[in-house]
């Protein structure tokens, strides 16, 4: 069974940088054909996705948000860490991780696709 | 502004059969799998739907998915009460570099 969980501040002032961590069991991050991702909603608002990093350690970020993403991954302790830089009120959403599996026979990073979720962490941005 | 576009709302009556598109571009839905999550009032999201039309398991088949050009489309048969959600649609996008869109997501009023 496939598990994530979410975890870092709750509040984070207007500049600061963000830094959540995804903590997760049921799979390894070093097993061909698997990601980690990062998706994001504002409240009221749609999902929007961030980035993936993958068991190869391709990493993808979302572009309109690249020059702020970072993420990395420590296998030894099954976690993914985001983090995103100079954080905005309009930043504040719910933030959740995903784990990603290549389809079948898929081939290259649009082969992937997310299926298990975290329950999410809602990150409020404000002085 | 969302890169897929889905109608804001949707309704109908229990046992009814519903449908949600999902309208996209030759760089998107055009050219990558489709794919559909689920997300009741409060919780993660679901996923439903994948590969334009594959159920993970434990889906019901009330759920059905399919994809045609640029579009997509969410079937749901037999709607019941539960399945008052949000619904999204999702895809890779490779207009500039590698992207994974989603949809605006559809509100789905069971009445």
């Known amino acids: 069974q496939i598990t994530l969980k979410e975890s870092g501040p709750t509040l984070v002032k207007p500049t600061q940088t963000l830094t959540l961590t995804c903590t997760f069991s049921?799979?390894?991050?070093?097993?061909?054909?698997?990601?980690v991702g990062w998706i994001r909603q504002p409240p009221g608002k749609a999902l929007e996705w961030l980035a993936l990093i993958y068991w190869d350690d391709d990493i993808r970020y979302s572009p309109s948000l690249n020059s702020r993403l970072t993420i990395t991954k420590d296998t030894s302790k099954d976690q993914v860490v985001f983090t995103m830089t100079n954080m905005d009120p309009v930043d504040t959403a719910t933030y959740y991780c995903a784990h990603s599996r290549r389809l079948h026979g898929g081939v290259g990073p649009t082969s992937y696709y997310f299926d298990d979720w975290g329950q999410g962490t809602l990150v409020t941005v404000s002085s | 502004q969302s890169v897929l576009t889905q109608p804001p709302s949707a309704s109908g009556t229990p046992g009814q059969r519903v449908t949600i598109s999902c309208s996209g571009s030759s760089s998107n839905i055009g050219s990558n799998d489709v794919y559909w999550y689920q997300q009741l009032p409060g919780t993660a999201p679901k996923l439903l739907i994948y590969?334009?039309?594959q159920r993970p398991s434990g889906v019901p088949d009330r759920f059905s998915g399919s994809k045609s050009g640029t579009s997509a489309s969410l079937a749901i048969s037999g709607l019941r009460s539960e399945d008052e959600a949000d619904y999204y649609c999702a895809a890779w996008d490779d207009s500039l570099s590698v992207n994974w869109v989603f949809g605006g997501g559809t509100k789905l009023t069971v009445l």
């Open positions: 049921g799979f390894s991050l070093s097993a061909s054909g698997v990601g």
């Open positions: 590969r334009n039309n």
